[in-house]
């Protein structure tokens, strides 16, 4: 599925080398878990939204960069609105996205549009967030994240050798990673999602880190990103796959 609005908008500057490098950090980590990754990127009041899915985790990965003011015609502010209109609106290679980008000025060209994959088609509202209490801080997130993992493995080593095999190990993955955040109904995979694409990484825990909710939605919103899964196991993103990476 290809989205494309505003095709005459091709040139654009990211806000600083800062930006650039986060970025571009961002979409080296998708490619890591698919070399032929597909971002669809909206456009829109001064920022760059990027959207991503990490195929290992049925999530959908969101960094917003910001855009120098007056770049291909963009004003402040930098963070983009929900009400604000979609200056541009197309799915492309993630890799051809990475080499375009030049970390020592922040400017690039767009690659050119692909036909993307099903989950292009399903992003989620971009207006309507409510927030949800209840979100433990980044620090306990990330020791949440450990324990499963290392419950994954302690459970993983414990089987048969007769009995360890991709079905087996799924239905464990599975178990672990489909339990909620606390008194929550965030799963424990989209914090574990955060995490492997660099949402989570050392932060203060007085960031604001927040859990969101519209509709069927989810999103676990931190300083550097954004991750969206489906409440209750929705359909709409895809297959899933939940051995730990």
């Known amino acids: 599925m290809t989205a494309t609005t505003g095709a005459a908008v091709r040139d654009l500057r990211l806000a600083d080398t800062a930006e650039a490098a986060d970025l571009a950090a961002f979409l080296g980590r998708l490619i890591r878990y698919d070399r032929a990754a597909a971002v669809r990127l909206q456009l829109g009041a001064g920022a760059l939204a990027v959207f991503g899915r990490p195929p ?35 799915t492309v290679s993630a890799g051809e996205l990475l080499e375009a980008i030049d970390e020592l000025t922040g400017d690039f060209t767009l690659p050119a549009a692909v036909t993307g994959p099903p989950w292009t088609g399903v992003l989620p509202p971009r207006g309507g967030w409510q927030q949800v209490p209840g979100l433990p801080g980044p620090a306990r997130l990330r020791q949440a994240v450990a324990a499963a993992v290392a419950e994954f493995r302690t459970r993983d080593e414990a089987l048969p050798a007769a009995h360890r095999d991709r079905a087996e190990r799924d239905r464990i993955g599975r178990e672990i990673w489909s339990r909620t955040v606390d008194d929550t109904d965030l799963p424990l995979r989209a914090v574990h999602a955060a995490q492997s694409v660099g949402f989570l990484r050392p932060m203060p825990e007085t960031a604001p880190v927040a859990l969101l909710r519209t509709g069927t939605w989810l999103r676990l919103r931190t300083p550097y990103g954004s991750i969206a899964v489906r409440a209750g196991g929705a359909g709409g993103i895809g297959g899933l796959s939940v051995t730990p990476t």
């Open 56 to 90: 290992a985790f049925e999530v959908l990965a969101i960094r917003t960069a910001r855009l120098r003011e007056g770049a291909a015609g963009v004003a402040a502010p930098a963070v983009a609105a929900a009400a604000a209109p979609v200056e541009l609106d197309v």
